[in-house]
């Protein structure tokens, strides 16, 4: 059994203030929640704040990303031991915003998974193609490849408890879903890829979607078997759409 996971990503939003805020709102709408893992990824300066926050709740703290070294003359940079050090679990690593804008490459997003994993914070990794390599049937190649490239040189017990996102760029603050089908498929393409790599821990992995996620696709996008959660931008912001995300509706519940 995968424990769903719905992770929020402020990206660069909410001052401290804000952040603290955030959290005395959503925790008395979450409390109940037993059977989801529900982590926040606040910007760095309020991730010590939300840690004191979260302390004895139902919410867990990622950064949204991380350098390799443990430390040094790397001017602007954050290490997995200070992440560890201030309350963090996860991390997100290879956003297609830090792709995009950061040049975060295939291989640096190798080296921060590896680096984390040394220092036993969880990498959230991020995979996803652009809208112009979907339309020319490139999608699998691209998610073949970010994945094999990403994950390069782990073992089978470093892949324990890795958390991968697909997160389809055109979806990412479009309002632009995929739909739950289009999703599915390449959750289970790369459920296979890492069944190829890690044999049985790949059936552990969860597979979380990202893009446009919101309290009216959730429901339909939790039904499928290989879609374990969500990395939630834009609706993660508001406390009552998070809170309802988190909630999501399943046969199960
Ligand atoms: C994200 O930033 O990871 C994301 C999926 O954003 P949004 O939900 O706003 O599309």
Same mark, same amino acid.
Request: glycine share 30%; proline share 0%; charged share 25%.
């Given at each position: 059994m995968r424990k769903p996971v719905i992770a929020g990503n402020w990206k660069m939003y909410k001052t401290v203030f804000d952040a603290v805020r955030f959290i005395s709102e959503l925790k008395d709408l979450v409390s109940n929640v037993k059977d989801v893992q529900i982590i926040v990824a606040p910007p760095f300066l309020a991730i010590y704040p939300v840690v004191q926050e979260v302390k004895d709740l139902n919410i867990l703290v990622s950064a949204q990303d991380v350098f390799w &070294?443990? &430390? #040094? $003359?790397?001017? !602007?940079e954050i290490s997995p031991k200070m992440l560890l050090d201030a309350g963090c679990n996860y991390v997100i690593i290879g956003h297609s915003e830090r792709r995009q804008y950061f040049q975060e490459t295939d291989e640096t997003v190798n080296k921060k998974i590896t680096a984390s994993l040394h220092h036993g914070l969880i990498p959230i990794f991020c995979v996803g193609e652009s809208i112009q390599q979907r339309e020319s049937g490139k999608t699998l190649d691209i998610i073949e490849s970010q994945i094999k490239r990403g994950l390069s040189g782990l073992s089978a017990s470093d892949m324990k408890d890795v958390i991968i996102a697909y997160e389809p760029i055109w979806a990412i603050g479009t309002g632009k879903t995929a739909t739950s089908k289009q999703a599915e498929e390449i959750h289970a393409f790369i459920r296979g890829i890492l069944k190829g790599i890690f044999k049985d821990i790949a059936d552990n992995t969860r597979i979380l979607y990202g893009g446009s996620v919101k309290p009216d696709n959730i429901d339909e996008l939790m039904v499928e078997p290989n879609i374990d959660g969500a990395l939630v !931008? #834009? $609706?993660?912001?508001k406390a009552e759409d998070f809170a309802r995300i988190i909630k999501f509706k399943t046969k199960l519940r």
């Open positions: &070294e443990e &430390e #040094g $003359a790397y001017t !602007g !931008g #834009g $609706a993660s912001l």
